[in-house]
């Protein structure tokens, strides 16, 4: 029988979560939109973040496996956590 994935919330150190599109998002290119990230860092740091971002636990190691952007716009900002 296949294992089914919960996804599990918490709140990470954005040091501790990793962007590396090319391992975890194959259509994604490897740059992020520096348009969409500038949006998205206006909207985060007025609303705060609505979405948390989707990640992978490999090892001892987070990688980011939906958010890219949100997770850019975070660092933007400077926060120093992201759900």
């Known amino acids: ?3 089914t994935h ?3 919330p918490m709140t990470l150190p954005l ?3 990793r962007a590396c599109p090319d391992r975890f998002q194959f259509r994604a290119s490897k740059d992020v939109d520096g348009a969409h990230v500038r949006s998205l860092a206006r909207d985060m740091a007025a609303n705060g973040q609505l979405e948390a971002v ?4 490999v090892g ?3 990688y980011v496996v939906d ?3 949100r997770r850019a716009a975070a660092e ?3 926060w120093s956590s992201i759900d």
């Open 6 to 8: 919960q996804w599990k």
């Open 54 to 57: 989707k990640v992978a636990k």
């Open 67 to 69: 958010g890219f952007h």
């Open 76 to 78: 933007r900002i400077g």
């Open 15 to 17: 040091a501790d979560v």
């Open 60 to 62: 001892k190691a987070h």
């Open 1 to 3: 029988m296949p294992r």
